[in-house]
């Protein structure tokens, strides 16, 4: 009748984090200052990172840990310590519907098609992660796509120190 | 958890109505770009939620961390772009 104790307790965490997910991201888009938008967006990504390894704690673990200490900790910090250079960082709160019939319009026809494709799909359990296989698949599999990522960050190590020493 | 995993993809696209109404709404680039990164958390938050009922490993664990490794690059690059806006125009709307 009841789900276990452990699976309502993650059920009840799951909710909360969600709620949270989304009380952060209406923040970012209503703020009047984007600075707190930006450090706001910290608090979305922990609350993803949260969600994720609700999902599953044994499997999607380590990516929660990857997410916090990747994009919380260099993305966004880099956001919310850059914007300090500009000025005006108020903006003008948005009146009018049509950007709000925009998001509802893309949530509802993003959750039909899920809908969809999710009748076609088979219900299958995780098992636990094993770090071997991952880096087999990182280093054998998807050796490619690594090597184009550390190219795009060393360009955009330059690019960054060619910005910054500009007068 | 199959409940877990639905949850987790009506959150996603609730997030990505957030995301694109914050697209749509505002000329202020920087809006722009944190309504931008609140599509990437939602994608990621969706495949994850799909892979939990799927039952997917490895994969949606490295396209992901492909994923904010490409949204750091992009970021940097971005804010570079809009330093650059700013100096020429001196605000950050977009006319």
Known sequence: MFPPTSELVQLILFTFFGIM?????????????????AVSLAFLGVSIAALIALEAPLTYGIYSVFHILLYV???????????????????????????ILAGGAVSVLFLITV????????????????FTIL??????????PLIILII???TTLIEAISLARRD | MEVLGI?????????IGIGFYGLSSTSNIIRVLLSSEIILNSSIL???????????????????????????TEVIVAFAAIILYYRQKGKLEVE
């Open chain 1, 21 to 37: 997910a989304i009380a952060f991201a209406i923040y970012i888009v209503r703020a009047k200052n984007v600075f707190y938008g």
């Open chain 1, 73 to 99: 900790g260099a993305t966004v910090t880099f956001l919310a310590v850059s914007l300090v250079m500009f000025k005006d960082l108020e903006v003008k709160i948005p009146k009018g519907s049509i950007g």
């Open chain 1, 115 to 130: 809908y969809i494709s999710l009748s076609q799909v088979t219900v299958t359990s995780l098992k636990p992660i094993n």
């Open chain 1, 135 to 144: 880096a087999d698949n990182i280093l054998e599999t998807y050796w490619f």
């Open chain 1, 152 to 154: 795009a960050l060393l």
């Open chain 2, 7 to 15: 949850l987790g993809i009506i959150i996603s696209g609730i997030l």
């Open chain 2, 46 to 72: 969706f495949v994850f939620s799909f892979s939990s009922i799927v039952g997917m490993i490895y994969k949606p664990i490295i396209f992901s961390l492909f994923a904010i490794g490409m949204a750091l």
